[in-house]
């Protein structure tokens, strides 16, 4: 009961977008798993997808965008049609739904945080810790470019990769607070300046700038293709690595295959000034080949469930669940058992980090509307 003259807390409302192939399973025991934590979530799903354009046409009209705007998080499952498709036409879900949502919501951070679990086998490097701050909405992926003569001999195609001084400068910050916050040492920017020589000085100089007002963190710089290198044969010299749009998803795309697989990995695509809802979603993608059988492995979803707990102002929530993802990803018979069984895994090892009176919590229903 509460008190007299005191208020409970509103729930957390998120929206919810379970999307293609194995998303809405992994989405599934991932509010299970916030479930356990006791966490009060009051959420609302979205059909939106490759399945859901196929059906209504719909990528992401401006009344779905209005509403989305409303919550306060996103969690996503996976999006995309089965590859080799021609059903849906190429880049129309990238650009218009996930890339959509990045520029229209200011998603301008994507956070991607590896860690190797203990006793992981090859190619997964040991000693490999590390976050990733990729700059989200700039860059080549921000649309800058155009066709002439297409189909012809003649044919003209330019790509060009947007830079402005506000992106990178509050991109680049972000990855010295969240440096200072956690007590990490260096902070490295990545990119190719000796080639890049606009964009590259552009985000040079902004980080030398920057670094001066955090004396206490070293300021180191890699080429793009060193730091592949480093990132695979030393990885401890890695603490937070800042970089822009198109570097970042590949840089964490090979992070992710040397710390246990693509399938572990979580991400956050925040607005850090909170002028909309920030989203979360696993960096797999939509694996249709295995959905429906029961065996997809929900960890990087779990995990990034834990960090959309930690932006929502839930750090101790944040911390227990991201701890059972770290425990359970370190028994490597139990991610051949299935998404029920790893989904279990987790929530029985929060309730029991929260003591017995939550055990047993959320593990034995499917959370749907309000959670907690």
Request: net charge negative; aromatic share 4%; with cysteine.
């Amino acid at each position: 009961m509460t008190q007299l003259g005191t208020t409970q807390p509103r729930p957390h409302r998120v929206a919810l977008i379970g999307g293609d192939g194995i998303g809405p399973e992994v989405t599934d025991q991932a509010l299970r798993a916030v479930q356990s934590t006791g966490v009060e979530l009051e959420t609302e799903s979205f059909e939106l997808g490759a399945a859901a354009y196929l059906t209504s046409g719909e990528v992401l009209s401006d009344q779905t965008l209005a509403r989305l705007r409303d919550f306060d998080a996103i969690l996503l499952g996976a999006i995309g049609p089965p590859i080799g498709s021609q059903e849906v036409p190429a880049g129309l879900l990238e650009r218009g739904l996930l890339l959509r949502l990045r520029f229209e919501l200011d998603l301008y951070v994507n956070l991607r945080p590896f860690a190797t679990p203990l006793g992981a086998p090859a190619p997964a490097r040991a000693g490999l810790d590390l976050v990733v701050v990729r700059e989200n909405t700039e860059g080549p992926y921000a649309g800058e470019g155009g066709v002439l003569r297409r189909g012809t001999a003649a044919e003209i195609a330019t790509q060009g990769s947007v830079n402005t001084y506000m992106g990178v400068e509050r991109c680049i910050r972000f990855a010295f607070e969240l440096a200072q916050r956690r007590s990490i040492s260096r902070v490295t920017l990545v990119h190719k300046t000796n080639v890049l020589t606009f964009a590259g000085d552009l985000w040079a100089r902004t980080f030398a700038a920057l670094a001066a007002s955090y004396p206490g963190i070293e300021a180191d710089y890699l080429h793009v293709d060193a730091a592949c290198i480093h990132l695979v044969e030393h990885p401890e010299r890695f603490g937070v690595i800042v970089t822009d749009n198109l570097f970042g998803d590949i840089l964490t795309d090979l992070a992710g295959a040397l710390s246990g697989g693509i399938g572990l990995a979580a991400s956050a695509n925040l607005n850090p000034a909170r002028t909309g809802p920030s989203l979360f979603e696993p960096v797999h993608g939509a694996a249709h080949d295995i959905a429906g059988t029961g065996t997809a492995n929900p960890l990087a979803a779990i995990r990034s469930a834990a960090m959309m707990l930690e932006h929502l102002g839930e750090p101790e929530a944040a911390a227990r669940l991201e701890a059972a993802v770290t425990e359970v990803s370190g028994m490597h018979s139990l991610s051949q058992s299935g998404t029920a069984a790893i989904g279990d895994a987790v929530v029985e090892l929060v309730a029991k980090a929260a003591g017995p009176e939550h055990s047993g919590h959320g593990s034995d229903s499917t959370p749907q509307g309000r959670i907690g």
